[in-house]
């Protein structure tokens, strides 16, 4: 059974960095595509950033682009979001997904998504 168990979240001022980690286990873990959404109260999950399975092709949400950075390491089963120069308005629960696909978490349509882990901003 895949299993997938974000760390890293928490309280932090604006302006303030975080790096969120994605543990994976239970299947291999180069054969996914991997992506991180977020999902504020009374808001549409949305997607975050993505990376392919060999870690060369990533995209993110435009407005994030320049603060949040997506990275895996294969050997360790991980993928990282280091989230930079954070506002208020990035307040929400983070979650990683896997999927069999680039296109499959793109959609967020991925096989396997994780419980999340709460990120908070304070002004």
């Known amino acids: 059974q895949v299993q997938l168990v974000e760390s890293g979240g928490g309280l932090v001022q604006a302006g303030g960095s975080l790096r969120l980690s994605c543990a994976v286990s239970g299947s291999i873990f180069s054969i996914y595509s991997m992506g991180w959404f977020r999902q504020a109260p009374g808001i549409q999950r949305e997607l975050v950033a993505a990376i392919s399975r060999g870690g060369g092709v990533t995209n993110y949400a435009d407005p994030l682009k320049g603060r949040f950075t997506i990275s895996r390491d294969n050997a360790k089963s991980t993928v990282y979001l280091q989230m930079n120069s954070l506002k208020p308005e990035d307040t929400a629960v983070y979650y990683c997904?896997?999927?069999?696909?680039?296109?499959?978490?793109?959609?967020?349509?991925?096989?396997?998504w994780g419980r999340g882990t709460q990120v908070t901003v304070s002004s």
């Open positions: 997904a896997a999927g069999s696909t680039y296109q499959d978490v793109l959609t967020g349509r991925s096989n396997y």
